[in-house]
């Protein structure tokens, strides 16, 4: 009774993508990201609502992931502001948001406006830990409502299994 009832679809973020001749891995793992968040958009979604009785309206859609999900979940979630009214991220791999999600900066206030909950956590022993202290600095620089907390832990499950059930019942109210 905690959380509202709602439909958890979890995806696979390793979209193969082909091996591009002189092309680095930064690039690659960008190229494979804009994969996953057009699979999902165009894809799952539609699958989902086409199975399914679910609402379709931004206020009843939710992103959230871990490590390389967590900042697939972040920059989709963010670029994508008309589809996801409550984003978050759990130990998120954040390298390169900045240049994958532009003109966030330029209309915080309108973002500010239309999403719900911009949540993130990471434990302080987290290897992602710099760059999610990073992004975060970047939000609150910006102007970025935000929920940002580190928690004891590393890079585990056991850290991700605890903030689930923290994030679930801040949806949909």
Avoid: C
């Amino acid at each position: 009774g905690k959380a509202v009832p709602q439909l958890i679809v979890m995806t696979d973020g390793h979209v193969p993508v082909k091996d591009q001749e002189g092309e680095d891995a930064q690039a690659r793992r960008a190229r494979a990201s804009s994969a996953y968040e057009r699979d999902l958009l165009d894809r799952v979604i539609p699958l989902v609502e086409g199975e399914y009785r679910v609402k379709t309206d931004r206020e009843s859609r939710a992103i959230v992931g871990l490590s390389m999900g967590g900042g697939q979940s972040l920059g989709a979630g963010l670029r994508n502001i008309d589809r996801f009214a409550w984003v978050g991220g759990f130990s998120s791999s954040t390298r390169g948001w900045e240049k994958g999600v532009p003109g966030l900066k330029a209309d915080a206030a309108a973002l500010n406006a239309s999403l719900r909950l911009l949540w993130i956590q990471i434990g302080k022993e987290d290897f992602l830990l710099e760059q999610n202290r990073s992004f975060v600095a970047w939000l609150k620089e910006a102007g970025i409502k935000h929920h940002y907390l580190e928690t004891e832990g590393a890079h585990s499950w056991s850290v991700w299994r605890r903030y689930l059930p923290e994030f679930l019942p801040l949806l949909f109210r």
